[in-house]
């Protein structure tokens, strides 16, 4: 038996500043995944560190959190069969330069902050930053 399931997708700035979002958008598309919702936002820095808090005994916690709040993102509820892990597929390893060929990551990454993208790495999660943007 076959179920939809949604995952919560990020453009990050560095793509929305280079213009690649619909092409991005397109890989997702042409992949099988359904943008069920989307919508450009500016987080500002704390909105940031909430979404990212998972990190937050990371070394990398306070550039990354400086990254997202950066500039404007692209925010998405992607829908298809296995969507969770089919997503993390696409996007390829969080270093662009270990990332698979044919991957988001590997083509348009730039360094492993500047990834171009974000995916809900569980169910779990997807539920936390599926509500996390878009619970009214
Ligand atoms: P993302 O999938 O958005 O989740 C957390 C982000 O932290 C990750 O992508 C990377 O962009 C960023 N990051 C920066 N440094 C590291 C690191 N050393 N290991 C993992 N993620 C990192």
């Given at each position: 038996?076959?179920?939809?399931?949604?995952?919560?997708?990020?453009?990050?700035?560095?793509?929305?500043?280079?213009?690649?979002?619909?092409?991005?958008?397109?890989?997702?598309?042409?992949?099988?995944?359904?943008?069920?919702?989307?919508?450009?936002?500016?987080?500002?820095?704390?909105?940031?560190?909430?979404?990212?808090?998972?990190?937050?005994?990371?070394?990398?916690?306070?550039?990354?959190c400086?990254?997202?709040?950066?500039?404007?993102?692209?925010?998405?509820?992607?829908?298809?069969?296995?969507?969770?892990?089919?997503n993390?597929?696409?996007?390829?390893?969080?270093?662009?330069?270990?990332?698979?060929e044919?991957?988001?990551?590997?083509?348009?990454?730039?360094?492993?902050?500047?990834?171009?993208?974000?995916?809900?790495?569980?169910?779990?999660?997807?539920?936390?930053?599926?509500?996390?943007?878009?619970?009214?």
């Open positions: 038996m076959s179920s939809t399931e949604q995952t919560l997708s990020i453009i990050k700035p560095d793509a929305v500043e280079r213009n690649l979002s619909e092409k991005i958008k397109e890989e997702f598309k042409k992949n099988g995944f359904n943008i069920f919702k989307e919508k450009k936002i500016k987080l500002e820095k704390n909105e940031a560190e909430k979404f990212y808090q998972v990190h937050q005994s990371k070394p990398f916690y306070n550039d990354l400086s990254y997202l709040s950066s500039g404007p993102i692209i925010v998405m509820i992607l829908e298809r069969e296995n969507a969770i892990l089919e993390r597929e696409l996007m390829g390893a969080t270093d662009p330069t270990k990332a698979k044919g991957t988001i990551r590997k083509k348009y990454g730039i360094s492993i902050d500047k990834n171009s993208v974000h995916g809900s790495d569980s169910p779990d999660n997807a539920k936390i930053e599926i509500d996390f943007f878009f619970k009214d």
